[in-house]
């Protein structure tokens, strides 16, 4: 299977994403247990956390941090 690409994303509250794939697949990633890495560090301030865009196949941050596209969609959950 060619894995979608993520063409929305918007924040939560609680530092998780909710992620819009090209095949309009919506899912639910965690981005807190990347936060034990440094470059993920200071996206528990919120401001830096809400600056996620889509980016290429996947998402990024203002400060360059980016998930893998494969990472991204394989390890979220679909909603609802």
Partial sequence: MIRPKA???TPQSDYCLIVTFSN?????FDVKPYF???PF??????AIFN???PAG???EWIHG???CPDELYYN???MG
């Fill in 7 to 9: 063409v929305n994303v």
């Fill in 57 to 59: 196949l996947s998402i």
């Fill in 76 to 78: 979220s959950v679909p």
């Fill in 36 to 38: 034990d890495f440094k």
């Fill in 41 to 46: 560090a200071e996206l528990k301030n919120p």
């Fill in 65 to 67: 941090q980016d998930i």
């Fill in 51 to 53: 600056t996620v865009k």
């Fill in 24 to 28: 309009d697949e919506k899912r639910i």
